[in-house]
């Protein structure tokens, strides 16, 4: 995905990562999202920012907890990049958290890692889920009401 022209035609708006080498994991990442997919996405942002799940997609803003989610994936890059290909999916698909109400399901996390899959990385999806597991539904619903309280 060419990120340039993404930020011309406003998909991405905002872009605060301020970890370099996790930057530079996320750079990897959109890059290698086919072009096909470019005009899908739904303007979003991403930001690094306490998550208490490591990421959590909220209004089609990504936000990444840097230091969570390098201790979650051990420091292996696989995880962490299956991980932000797997938030990136549910910006596409737009499964956020304020349109569904807290409402995210099993379903929605299967749908976004199908998805990621399908842009090439069933490998690091593979990686991702094997560290981490799937999520718990209570944790999926607790994601609209621990963001509106730091609003």
Known sequence: ?????MRKVATLLN?????????????HVLQRIPDRYEEGFLSFS???RYSKWGAHV??????FDVKKLEEKSGGDEDVKIG?????LAHVFLNHTSSQNQGRLTLKHEDEADEFASMWGF??????????IGPP????????IIYTLSRC
């Open 1 to 5: 995905m060419d990120m340039e022209r």
């Open 15 to 27: 872009y605060e990562i301020k970890d370099l080498n996790f930057k530079r994991l996320v750079d």
């Open 46 to 48: 991403i930001y690094q």
């Open 58 to 63: 909220y209004d089609n803003n990504v936000y």
């Open 83 to 87: 991980f932000i290909a797997h938030e």
């Open 122 to 131: 069933a490998k690091e999806i593979k990686a991702f889920r094997q560290k």
């Open 136 to 143: 718990a539904v209570e944790e999926e619903i607790d994601i």
